[in-house]
């Protein structure tokens, strides 16, 4: 029996993944069986059950006038760098003004973290100013680019918002030659921040940049979901970004180890009939891998089918 054979071994009993284990599947060619291990840890979790929520996004240099006709979103979603923390507070009392029942959420924890700084204040003060606006939770917490991310997530906690979201901002130190390698120092850290922190709902481990001079590989990607699901056993849902990194690659990734399908779609512009419309997109590439889609709202909460 290979070692790649012992690990199998090891996670059909239940036995958790180490840093060790995570660098053997990553050294291993054999993605098929890597995927399958991942798959099989996502369904005892999950079993078939596999999630989406419809994003509207918001710029917050344009701040929302009106509602558009369609509009059938689980989550409205302020996104960029704010220039300003009064352009932040703009952003959300305009967005909150206008969404009914749907939770807000909205900017990058580092990029309030730096407003922070700019705005000579705290980040503690930062999120009151912005939770007394409307904001319900913070959109994403950038593993790789926030120096202490459970001090950061006990101050927005603190200040009454949600931080449900970790990403991951950047592919990986180029340094070291394998890409693969390194994103595992990222995902212990997503599971580490779990135990420490705890509440953090889904770990999206795809970068959310490319780099121009080592870029990535489907095939670095796919495994990367897979070792992420194997090694980041503490949070409930590994998410794949439907609109970043397109239907083809979200399909491939539920087969090893994701559940959850981030930012699809929430307007639907009628020009593809009904038959290609974005909830039928999802629920149809969700359904063609054998799985059940079940749409969610921002809040991680279930919605009625």
Known sequence: MNALEELAARVTRGEPMTDADARIAAASPDLLGIGMMADEIRR?????????????????????????PGLAAGEVRIIGRPPSLDAAVRAVRAAAGHRVGVPLTGFAMNDLEELAGTAGDTLAGVCAVLRGAGLDGISELPLDAVADAAAATQVARGAGLSVMRLTVHAPGDARIPTLILARIPTLMRARELQSVAGGF?????????????APSTGYDDVKHVALARMLVDNIESIQVDWALYGPKLAQVALTVGADDMDNVAAIDAGTLGTRRSPIEEIRGNIRAASLDPVERNGRFELLPS
């Open 44 to 68: 005892r979790m999950h079993g078939a059950r596999t999630t989406f929520v419809r994003v509207f996004e918001v710029h917050v240099e344009t701040p929302l006038v009106a509602l558009p």
């Open 201 to 213: 709902k889904a770990f999206a481990p795809l970068p959310r940049t490319m780099s121009a001079s």
